[in-house]
């Protein structure tokens, strides 16, 4: 897998929203005619996913939350991103 450029700027396309499934108390990727379940790691990412945060940005972040090595989460986050964008769920 190519590494991202630490400056890339991940965002939901249009009519794509991160909403919580009240009813089952769980978090939802809704896309045109797509839904994706978001465990609580998705929904961490997720949530930081804005249009203004950049890959870095996030795993900083991310790194601070959960007391965790930058260098071992970024995979993690650029590998769930990339499958993203590759369902038309986030643009990079």
Known sequence: M???PDGTIPKL?????LR?????????LVGPERIFNADG???EILQ?????ASIGDIVRQLG???AADEAVIRP?????????RDK???TL
């Open 13 to 17: 396309p249009h009519g794509v929203r």
């Open 76 to 84: 993690d986050v650029e590998s769930f991103l990339i499958d993203l």
């Open 88 to 90: 038309q769920m986030v």
């Open 64 to 66: 601070e939350v959960f």
């Open 2 to 4: 190519t590494a991202l």
């Open 20 to 28: 919580e499934d009240k009813v089952r108390g769980e978090f939802i």
């Open 41 to 43: 790691v998705a929904r």
């Open 48 to 52: 930081r996913v804005d249009g203004r």
